[in-house]
């Protein structure tokens, strides 16, 4: 949901800078910028999805002369894990929030052409 929510706030903002960066050609800026969206969706979630695999512990029990399983034993020890493996995804929800900015204000100024500054100077009693 967070994903979802982070993804719709960087479509919505982003179109100004990409009808900058593709010098008012809409269909082309909303092109791209969807095209973003889903590989935010894409790195986003399946990180996600990679990181809430919740494993048990596996221990040598002597007195069974075989390795056993650890289960979690308590709901606080779950909220625990839960807690670890959600904050991770939302530092790393973050992070690409962050990289695509800057991909976007290094494109955005990469595709304004440089203008020269043109000074001018007024003659002494000439009033512009």
């Given at each position: ?49 990679l990181r809430l695999r919740i494993s048990s ?72």
């Open positions: 949901m967070l994903t979802v929510w982070v993804a719709k706030t960087l479509l919505n903002n982003a179109k100004v800078f990409y009808l900058d960066m593709f010098h008012g050609q809409g269909e082309q800026a909303a092109s791209v910028n969807k095209l973003i969206q889903v590989g935010f969706y894409l790195v986003n979630l399946g990180f996600t999805f512990d596996m221990q040598y029990d002597e007195g069974l002369g075989r390795s056993v399983q650890n289960y979690m034993d308590s709901a606080q020890e779950m909220i625990e894990v839960l807690s670890i493996k959600l904050g991770g995804s939302v530092i790393i929800l973050g992070v690409t929030l962050f990289i695509n900015l800057i991909m976007i204000l290094i494109l955005r100024s990469a595709s304004t052409p440089s203008r020269p500054v043109v000074r001018t100077t007024n003659a002494p009693g000439v009033v512009a």
